[in-house]
């Protein structure tokens, strides 16, 4: 059973709309991250957090936002979706330098 | 240049066969190594961590070679459950924790 959740898993909505992809972990871990990742291609961070109310930008500048203000509960925003934003959304928690553990993600769609 | 490199591939092979995969990296004061599977459209999962004196793990050698900078992963007797995209993973001191994903190499193993 998965200790780290990710929903929608799938998600296809238009342009402009504001959207949020959950993500929940249940280990207590404090590090948690979100990557982009298009097929076939490398992932990339576009956010991470090391705790309730610390946020970080990426490696990968991206056009949306997140909050933790609880530490299961890392919520990625985007407050007007485009197309560009087509990809693959995943989300991970750690507590051990490279043990991170990866929810299942959700592919987005921008049409 | 990308901090981290690997031959995309695809290796294609038959089963029973020995496969390696080499994994650069660019910044000689990272300090942690992993490889991550990926199954196509699923998260990347821990495969085994990377350590200086070299490590197996049943039929996966994974060896580190600083004075290189390069990590490989040998897969012996592939089975065709063995196809996936193995990413070579980097922890830099620089980052603090966040893991540097590599493009990652396709396997198919064939019956």
């Known amino acids: 059973e998965a200790d780290i959740y990710q929903t929608p898993r799938y998600l296809v909505i238009g342009t402009g709309k504001k959207i949020t992809l959950e993500c929940s972990q249940t280990m207590g871990h404090d590090k948690m991250y979100w990557y982009q990742q298009d097929p076939g291609m490398e992932l990339h961070l576009i956010h991470y957090s090391y705790g309730v109310n610390s946020t970080e930008k990426g490696d990968l500048s991206s056009e949306s936002t997140v909050s933790r203000i609880r530490t299961e509960h890392f919520p990625l925003t985007l407050e007007s979706a485009r197309p560009s934003h087509t990809s693959q959304y995943l989300c991970?928690?750690?507590?051990?330098?490279?043990?991170?553990?990866f929810g299942s993600g959700t592919r987005l769609t921008v049409v | 240049r990308k901090e981290v490199e690997q031959d995309p591939g695809p290796f294609n092979v038959p089963e029973g066969a020995t496969v390696a995969f080499n994994c650069t990296y660019s910044?000689?004061?990272?300090?942690?190594f992993f490889w991550y599977r990926q199954d196509c459209r699923k998260e990347p999962k821990l495969l085994m961590s990377?350590?200086?004196s070299g490590n197996e793990d049943g039929r996966f050698t994974a060896q580190l070679n600083r004075a290189s900078q390069y990590i490989s992963l040998l897969i012996r007797d592939s089975k065709l459950s063995d196809s996936a995209t193995y990413l070579c993973?980097?922890?830099?001191?620089?980052?603090?924790?966040?893991?540097?994903f590599g493009q990652g190499t396709t396997l198919q193993v064939k019956p």
């Open positions: 990377v350590y200086s």
């Open positions: 991970a928690s750690s507590e051990l330098p490279g043990g991170y553990t």
């Open positions: 993973v980097v922890i830099s001191s620089s980052n603090t924790g966040k893991l540097i």
């Open positions: 910044n000689s004061a990272s300090q942690s």
